[in-house]
Each structure stands twice: as structure tokens, then as C-alpha cells.
């Protein structure tokens, strides 16, 4: 069970907004640790997606947004792309571990 | 720009020991600003933090892992390296070899590698 709680799956059609949530407690989320997004493609390493619970790397394009708010955290994905179906995960600093902690992850899928 | 790359044995029998090595190439190891990381993720499964490792010699591990892991540096070479003794199928994972910034995200990746524990 992982220490923060995602949907296991989320869908939408090609340029639709899809969301996901990232639910935490208050030794990482709602202790004030930033959170940070993962896209995975099957085979492949994860790819940063959004840093500090908002921040796009360069290249990242602006259609990917995050938020947070209290122990939550949420992934904005609007006019959905064939080429966003993938897994994503969120991830924190947990105080208590002293170190990281991972969403379960959420496959998205493009109808 | 920074790459990772994982190597070690693909394949451990059970109650062995687990060896993998990560080379950093693009930028120095000995930059105490970020922690040089391990993350596993089973097969069909979630990503797991192992622990990680600070130039000065830090290191935080997963307490899940029961003091079965160790993560050592050695910056002549650029490569920090990761350790799990008594490895049993639950350990079955890509290994994946990253930076992270202290708290913070993780960035870049080494591609993966797959290690199976079998007889």
C-alpha cells in the first residue's frame, strides 16, 4: 500500500481535461513538502513532469498543470493527446520516513 | 547533461546478495547540493524509494527494507553503488539509479535494469 493515495485509473477523450489526485497526510503533503509529478511510458524510466506542485521542466508543454492544497495535490491534463496515455505517479518527502514517498500511480487512458 | 546508467547481475538467487552500480556521467558525483538515488518498481507494480546516498556519506534508507540495503559513492569513479542482502522474488524489480534534490524531485533517470531473483 503506498504511503500517497492515487486513482488507479483515469480516461478521457482526445481533447477533453482529465485530473488526478494525490492525497497525502500531514508527515509529507500536509506537512508543507512540495509534490512532484512522473509521466511513464511502458518500458521506460519515469520522465519528470512537474516539480515543486507547479513547475514545468523546459520542454514539459503547458496542456500538464499541478496544484496543491492541504495534504492533496492534483494533475491537470487539458486537450487531451493520444500521446499522453501512460502512468503517472506523484511523489513527496515523508518526515517520517526521511525520505520518498510515491503515489501508487495512474494509468491514463485516451478513448 | 547529466546521465545515469545502472549495471550488476540481472539475475541473484534467493539469499543472495544484490549488487548493482550506477556511472554518472555529464557531472560530478561530488556535489553535496543533491543525493544520488535508488528507486526499484516490481513488475505491473508502483515505484518504491530504496534510499540514497549525499556526497558526504549520508545516507537515508527505506525502512521497509529491514536493514537489508546499503548505498555507497566513490567519487574517483563517478559510480555510487547499491546493496540488498538476502534477496528473496518480492525484490524481483527494474532498478532504477537517479539524482534528486534534497526533499525534492527526482531528476534524471538511468534507463532501468531488471534484476530477477530465481533459482
Known amino acids: 500500500q503506498s504511503v500517497l493515495t492515487q486513482p488507479p485509473s483515469v480516461s478521457g477523450a482526445p481533447g477533453q481535461r482529465v485530473t488526478i489526485s494525490c492525497t497525502g497526510s500531514s508527515s509529507n503533503i500536509g506537512a508543507g513538502y512540495d509534490v512532484h509529478w512522473y509521466q511513464q511510458h511502458p518500458g521506460t524510466a519515469p520522465k519528470l513532469l512537474i516539480y515543486?506542485?507547479?513547475n514545468r521542466p523546459s520542454g514539459v508543454p503547458d496542456r500538464f498543470s499541478g496544484s496543491q492544497s492541504g495534504a492533496s495535490a492534483s494533475l491537470a491534463i487539458t486537450g487531451l493527446q493520444p500521446e499522453d496515455e501512460s502512468d503517472y505517479y506523484c511523489?513527496?518527502?515523508?518526515?517520517?520516513?526521511?525520505?520518498?514517498?510515491f503515489g501508487g500511480g495512474t494509468r491514463l487512458t485516451v478513448l | 547533461q547529466l546521465h545515469l546508467q545502472e549495471s550488476g547481475s540481472g539475475l541473484v538467487k534467493p539469499s543472495q546478495t544484490l549488487s548493482l552500480t550506477c556511472a554518472v556521467s555529464g557531472g560530478s558525483i561530488s556535489n553535496d547540493r543533491y543525493s544520488w538515488t535508488w528507486i526499484r518498481q516490481p513488475p505491473g507494480k508502483g515505484l518504491e524509494w530504496i534510499g540514497y546516498?549525499?556526497?558526504?556519506?549520508?545516507?537515508y534508507y527505506n525502512p521497509s527494507l529491514g536493514g537489508r540495503v546499503s548505498i555507497s559513492v566513490d567519487t574517483s569513479k563517478n559510480h555510487f553503488f547499491l546493496r540488498l542482502t538476502s534477496v528473496s522474488a518480492a525484490d524481483t524489480a527494474v532498478y532504477y539509479c537517479?539524482?534528486?534534490?534534497?526533499?525534492?524531485?527526482?531528476?534524471?533517470w538511468g534507463q532501468g535494469t531488471l534484476v530477477t531473483v530465481s533459482s
Open positions: 537517479a539524482r534528486s534534490a534534497p526533499f525534492d524531485w527526482i531528476d534524471p
Open positions: 511523489q513527496s518527502y515523508d518526515s517520517s520516513m526521511r525520505g520518498s514517498v
Open positions: 515543486g506542485n507547479f
Open positions: 546516498i549525499y556526497f558526504s556519506g549520508s545516507t
